[in-house]
């Protein structure tokens, strides 16, 4: 892989961060894939190549000029399917905002969680047609963080619209409802301790089935799953300002083993995050 541009700009205390990318691949060179969640959000646009991405068991297929919209604490993989692939990525916590928490939950209203039939992909022809893609432009050239925060706000504003008015077609199908009925197990228990036995008996489906199913469809084994979807839930709750004790606690961990899988899982420590020095990437 060649690295042929670099755009990278972030803020001092780690609430945004954007990056212009474009990577070449060799033909056959193995590509490295993203599988995970984090806490921020991610609006990356995509100006050359293609992408394959499964969003909590959601299929997406991405081509130039698409707009993908990860939440935060979606898992997500995403497959690099070109050889080459450019990309502009924006990630921000919203804290970044320069509004009031009542304003910015109204801003980010749509990309809540609760709702499960979110669509992730704006097809680059509404991208187009709405000039979506020129608040990256003014992002990558933005003098100040206030002018960074500003367009952010203007793009997401312009995104809400389109999703209130403006019918699209699904960009996305489900890859089996076997896996949906698993992620909103997990989504609904990760203050439980979550064993397969729990899942085959609330699905009535083989253990072994289940295994195999998702990490056949979601690129991860199901226990890695259940423990980033557990450690990103301790992670906001640490960032809300629950002690790392407590948290640990909520989601059935003793502090020893959560602290080896928060490491591991977030790239930093959750008193680094208490303290506001976490990672963003």
């Not at 609760?114 to 933005?142: P, R």
């Not at 002690?243 to 989601?251: C, E």
């Amino acid at each position: 892989m060649a690295i042929e541009s670099h755009v990278h700009y972030s803020t001092d205390n780690n609430l945004f961060l954007y990056h212009h990318k474009r990577e070449v691949f060799h033909k056959n060179e193995e590509k490295e894939n993203v599988n995970h969640a984090h806490l921020q959000y991610e609006i990356i646009y995509l100006v050359e190549g293609e992408l394959s991405c499964i969003i909590e068991g959601k299929l997406y297929r991405l081509t130039k000029g698409d707009i993908l919209l990860i939440r935060a604490n979606d898992f997500h993989t995403i497959n690099i399917v070109s050889n080459v692939y450019t990309r502009k990525v924006i990630q921000f916590f919203p804290a970044f905002i320069p509004l009031s928490e009542e304003q910015r939950n109204d801003l980010l209203r749509p990309y809540q969680v609760y709702n499960k039939n979110f669509d992730s992909v704006i097809s680059s022809k509404i991208v187009s047609l709405y000039g979506l893609d020129k608040f990256f432009e003014k992002i990558e050239t933005a003098q100040t963080e206030l002018s960074s925060a500003i367009y952010i706000m203007n793009l997401l504003l312009e995104i809400n619209n389109l999703l209130a008015f403006y019918k699209m077609q699904p960009n996305f199908t489900y890859t089996s409802s076997i896996i949906t009925d698993i992620i909103d197990y997990i989504d609904n228990h990760l203050t439980s301790k979550i064993t397969l036995e729990d899942l085959q008996e609330a699905l009535h489906l083989s253990k072994f089935y289940i295994s195999h199913l998702f990490k056949e469809v979601m690129g991860t084994t199901l226990a890695h799953y259940i423990m980033e979807k557990k450690i990103r839930y301790a992670e906001k709750l640490i960032f809300e300002g629950v002690s790392p004790t407590d948290a640990a606690i909520t989601i059935g961990y003793n502090y020893s083993n959560f602290y080896i899988n928060y490491k591991k899982i977030t790239h930093t420590t959750p008193s680094k995050t208490k303290s506001g020095h976490f990672k963003i990437y």
